[in-house]
């Protein structure tokens, strides 16, 4: 399967059974042995590797059990903003100031010539 995007659930599901199966083996733990470290029962160990789903929680026991919690690594992972990104958030920001008027630098000009004000 070259594209997950493209498979459906049950072949997601019976992947990531296949790997957990995969991944008890390598440890050499029975199904019962996971189940017991897991604290889930057999049957629900047997769901999780023949891909008939089980609930996030239960997998991820299954997951801390088989030290391979690196599996949902990819959902925590900080977006990178591109250099273009990077830019347009800092104009953004830079727009977003607070903007003041400028002082008056010559003070001859907010009167008249008898002294009167401008207005």
């Given at each position: ?5 493209w ?11 296949q ?8 440890m050499n733990l029975?199904?019962k042995e996971l189940s017991?470290k897991a604290q889930l029962?057999?049957?629900t ?8 789903g089980t ?6 026991h299954v997951?801390r059990v ?7 690594e990819?959902f925590f992972?900080e ?6 990104e990077?830019e347009?958030?800092?104009k ?9 008027a400028s002082s008056?630098?010559?003070?001859e000009?907010d009167t008249d ?6 207005w």
């Open positions: 399967m070259a594209d997950i995007k498979a459906s659930d049950s072949e997601v599901l019976t992947r990531i059974g790997k957990v199966k995969e991944w008890r083996l390598e029975s199904q017991e029962s057999s049957l160990i047997q769901q999780v590797e023949y891909g008939k609930s996030v929680r239960n997998l991820l997951l088989l030290d391979r919690l690196d599996f949902f990819l992972q977006k990178q903003l591109s250099p273009v990077y347009r958030m800092m953004i920001h830079s727009d977003n100031e607070r903007k003041r008056k630098k010559n003070k000009y010539t008898d002294n009167a004000p401008l």
